[in-house]
């Protein structure tokens, strides 16, 4: 399967750490009240995409992430069970995984499908192949945004997402505008549903000319992996290699099955 | 060109499997629980439609009891088959492995050893999956109460674009302290029925719901013509009042469906019974349909199942058209708009073109369009 980028955005709060809320309301000028960090992050995300393309409102967006919005879920479950209070209705509307591909949808001006999808493990591979099956039907174009929050302490979202206590998290927001048209592409990203075993992806592994990053996952391919972690990586990755100019394969990697995105870079 | 089909349907309510569930309606005898919930200074005791045999809030009893439904459809299957079947999830439910995470972590007095064991809203299915021999590929939509709805239509797109021959799409709702209080902290939770479409109505009564549809290319008398998802509205809860929002997604599932307003045989509503809901969606199909057209609620059957409806009302539907009829609305006396009343009697119906509806917060909108060859 292929989808070709048309535009990116990415932002990671350990590289550039400011106030993302402070951005939205100022530059802008988005209302940023009874939303949270997690919904944040994804606005801004979408903002930085809508400052190098023109969204279309019937553009499909799919909004995709490791665990969802953890940030509310543990401010929620701090105050209704530790300090015994009533949940808020605003707390409780942002629990729902589609008010964050809400408020990204409000902010784009978009007006068609919206889904907010998780998948376990492989969840941005899992997603381009979705987005890549309904825009077979619709023949539209797609927006993905791909969103990762750490939460305080560290030790929750690595309890979630199953990485070791030393693991290095971070929060971080990525977008593709994605097509099934090769016109004007940035790159062309290649992806499938299928499950490749070990020996697959080293003999593909020997054969390619590509920059290679394999997930920490990976434990048993001998590859240089990715020191940091959240659970859709390859969407940094993928925009990174289109910033770069450089193609790439990311390996990624679970209970030894193992899943491959190719990004052949097009400028 | 071959279409997407539903082969089979399997479903655990509050009433029971699929048969006990159908007798309920045939009855008009709907078995309701009741839980308490907190409102900002005391609790109360709501009603709520309970699974007979209580799943508790605990992951290995959901698992189990999610498992249980999915196998008695992937049971069916060939080891080839179900080697091609993906497994997609639509469910609101807050995650409670992520509370579990917190609880283990965040406090020194709750504090447990750690343990990377990955947990996601959708590791019930991974391991689902595993154990049934199904296909690795999971997803889980999330999208409030059209979560299922719109799984049903990723799982039509996958087989479509050859990517699966077959999916078994699974709507999961189990009770959630945290889903209920926030539901109550909303308003829109009745202390006694759902009236649908009644100028008495006064909020839903939740309910607990596992169901599951295969669906893939095989004949079947049952075909899943079309649909249309989308997000439209006023503010993250709620549509215009004239249900704008709802007449264009349900207009644009017709026409990708290639089916006029006059083809369709009958409606089934997404009828919360909250005040706005109701209004606007009755004002929706008031603008899309002739009076004449014929619509029933089922939610005062078995509950407002939140992301679990969509799966749960297109099976509850489908047994009851195979029965030969379609259910009358329970608990209505007197219509919002006089001359678009809902079904008062169950009518006889064995076949046709139907519309489901179903509508979220955070603006989603999602109308099916099914139909059943006459035999």
Known sequence: ?267 | MRSVNVLDYALKSSQGDARETLESIKTQNARVSFKEVATFDDTVKIPYHLFKDEVKEDSREIKKAIKKVVQSLSDKLSARQRANTALIVGTALVDINIVASVNASAYDYKKQPYASAKKSVDSFAQEISNELGLNPFTMTISTACTSSANALLEARNLIKSGVFEYAIVVGVEIFSQMMSDGFSSMKLLSLDVQRPFDVNRDGLVLGEAIAAVLVGEDDSSWRLRGGFSNCDSLTITSVSPSGGEYSKVMREAMRLANVAAKDVTALKAHATSTPANDMAEINAIREVFAPDVAFTALKPYVGHTLGACGILELAIFMSCVDDGFIPKTLNHSESIIKEYVPLQEPKACDSGVFMLNYFGFGGNNTSLIIQKESL
């Open chain 1, 1 to 267: 399967m292929k989808l070709y980028v048309k535009a990116f955005s990415s932002y990671r709060g350990d590289l550039n750490a400011f106030d993302v809320k402070k951005e939205l309301k100022t530059k802008y000028k988005l209302d940023t009240r009874r939303q949270d960090s997690f919904i944040h992050l994804a606005v801004y995300g979408a903002q930085l995409l809508k400052d190098k393309i023109e969204i279309n409102s019937n553009d499909e967006l799919y909004v995709t992430s490791g665990v969802g919005n953890i940030d509310v879920l543990q401010k929620t479950n701090n105050y209704v069970h530790e300090e015994k209070e009533f949940i808020k209705p605003f707390d409780f509307i942002n629990m729902l995984g589609n008010t964050t591909s809400y408020y990204v949808a409000s902010s784009l001006g978009l007006k068609d499908k919206n889904a907010f999808q998780i998948s376990d493990n492989f969840t941005f591979i899992n997603t381009l192949v979705s987005v890549c099956a309904s825009l077979n039907a619709s023949k539209k174009e797609a927006i993905l945004g791909s969103v990762d929050l750490s939460t305080n302490p560290e030790e929750v979202i690595k309890r979630v997402l199953g990485v070791s206590e030393e693991t290095k998290v971070t929060s971080g927001v990525n977008y593709q505008k994605l097509s099934l048209s090769s016109l004007g592409a940035l790159a062309e990203v290649e992806f499938d549903a299928k499950i490749h075993s070990l020996d697959e992806v080293e003999a593909l592994l020997k054969k390619t000319k590509s920059k290679v990053v394999v997930s920490m996952r990976c434990e048993r391919l001998d590859s240089k992996k990715d020191n940091e972690f959240f659970e859709t990586m390859p969407s940094h990755y993928l925009n990174q290699a289109i910033e770069t100019k450089e193609d790439l394969v990311y390996v990624d990697c679970f209970d030894d099955r193992y899943k491959i995105m190719k990004v052949n870079v097009l400028i």
